[in-house]
């Protein structure tokens, strides 16, 4: 049984469910309901998670002090953001990104901005976001009447790449920072410009993405399986080469050893760029 104990405004609800407490979004769903008012579970179109720790604490005060109109602007945001994703993103994106783009619509009506560092970053290396975060602004621009700076767009793709993770702790300025590192170790190393448009760089981006959150959140397996790895070595030893400088980079950047497994993917992906014969990149 789902038990209101405060409606936070006319689409949220604070409700008891189980002796636990949580909040409820559907839009109307708070509209005139008084505490103590048993909930249609057919109105709810998302639940979040039990308030039972100092961040979703947080998360709560948040309803106090953003309007809801920015908790519906973000769960439109999200809701069309999930139709490109196969995981679920974090229920967590539902606070801290409307948290920012209450602020972020603050600083633009008092005429204040700041430039994302890593803007080019983004765009070339996690395109589905970038290309969601700009639908997102747009969104937001219209709703509020406002246009928001080009690089809200990089600001709301790095709340995207958050919430795609596995890790409500994983960091997505730290993950495109490695993803770009170990990008430029690959094509200093193979001497050669890569087609960033072919298939076998973007899969290989797709490998670094979730590589990189494993090393940024620390859950790399200690799996040493010989079974490839000593084969790409005899028959790829240039692309382990370039293998063993990001093992390297990895070791002393982070402290962190990677296992055969690791670089065996690694390698994989680096030979299918050494073998290709593809047109060469603009650098400008």
């Not at 407490?21 to 109307?28: A, P, Q, S, T, W």
Request: aromatic letters at 10%.
């Amino acid at each position: 049984m789902i038990k209101v104990k405060k409606s936070l405004n006319n689409s949220m609800l604070l409700v008891d469910h189980d002796q636990r407490e949580m909040i409820l979004f559907g839009k109307g769903i708070g509209f005139g309901t008084k505490p103590g008012t048993l909930v249609d579970v057919a109105e709810v179109e998302q639940v979040f998670i039990p308030l039972d720790n100092l961040k979703s604490r947080h998360f709560l005060s948040l309803t106090d002090t953003i309007p809801a109109a920015f908790f519906d602007a973000t769960h439109d945001i999200i809701t069309m953001a999930q139709q490109h994703y196969v995981e679920k993103l974090n229920s967590v994106l539902f606070f801290t990104l409307a948290e920012h783009l209450y602020f972020a619509v603050e600083r633009c009506k008092n005429g204040s901005s700041f430039a994302n560092k890593l803007s080019w970053e983004v765009k070339r290396y996690y395109q589905r976001e970038y290309e969601l975060g700009v639908l997102a602004k747009n969104s937001v621009s219209q709703r509020f009447n406002i246009e928001l700076p080009e690089d809200e767009a990089v600001n709301i793709a790095f709340h995207l790449i958050n919430a795609s993770g596995d890790s409500e702790n994983s960091d997505a300025h730290l993950q495109v920072q490695l993803v770009n590192r170990i990008a430029e170790i690959v094509r200093y190393k193979l001497n050669k410009n890569i087609d960033i448009n072919a298939i076998n760089y973007i899969r290989f981006i797709t490998h670094l993405r979730y590589f990189a959150e494993r090393i940024i959140t620390k859950k790399i397996a200690p799996k040493n399986s010989d079974d490839f790895y000593h084969e790409l070595l005899k028959f790829y030893p240039a692309a382990m080469n370039v293998s063993w400088a990001i093992r390297d980079y990895i070791a002393e950047k982070y402290q962190i050893a990677l296992p055969k497994d690791e670089l065996t993917w690694l390698t994989i992906h680096i030979s299918r760029l050494a073998d290709s014969n593809e047109p060469e990149e603009n650098l400008s």
